[in-house]
């Protein structure tokens, strides 16, 4: 029984040690995307808060277009917003550009900080995602 416990720490140590040797490179904000800005689902600022029912997105602004997943969190349209046929086009964090109904978005604000500013941006990554100030 000895052996087997030694045989595990030993285990752990080796896997520890593997981990650390990977090393981690953090994410950081390379550029803010001008022509861009970032919306809410208008939803998340309603009585259900984040527990309203999933927005749909769409893979083009025609009443045909299939439904390809869902917006959550910050939203990143253009700025202005320019819709087609009610929808607004969007960019997910993988760079795709998918559409949104118009009426499902409102301004970005923080509830704990209304100072803050949200900005789009391209990540070290090569996502895409936002940063905030203020």
Not at 13 to 40: E, I
Not at 41 to 48: H, R
Not at 88 to 107: C, F, H, S
Request: a positive charge.
């Amino acid at each position: 029984m000895m052996r087997f416990g030694a045989l595990l720490l030993a285990s752990g140590w080796v896997l520890t040690a593997v981990a650390h040797a990977q090393g981690y490179t953090p994410v950081r904000p390379v550029k803010t995307l001008s022509g861009w800005q970032c919306m809410s689902l208008a939803s998340v600022y309603g009585a259900d808060g984040t527990n309203t029912p999933p927005v749909p997105v769409y893979d083009g602004p025609g009443p045909g277009a299939p439904p390809v997943g869902t917006g959550a969190g910050v939203i990143i349209v253009p700025k202005p917003l320019q819709p087609v046929n009610g929808r607004v086009e969007m960019l997910w964090p993988n760079g795709r550009k998918v559409w949104i109904q118009a009426d499902e978005l409102a301004p970005w604000h923080s509830l704990s900080n209304p100072n803050a500013v949200c900005h789009p941006t391209l990540l070290s990554n090569g996502r895409y995602g936002f940063t905030t100030s203020g």
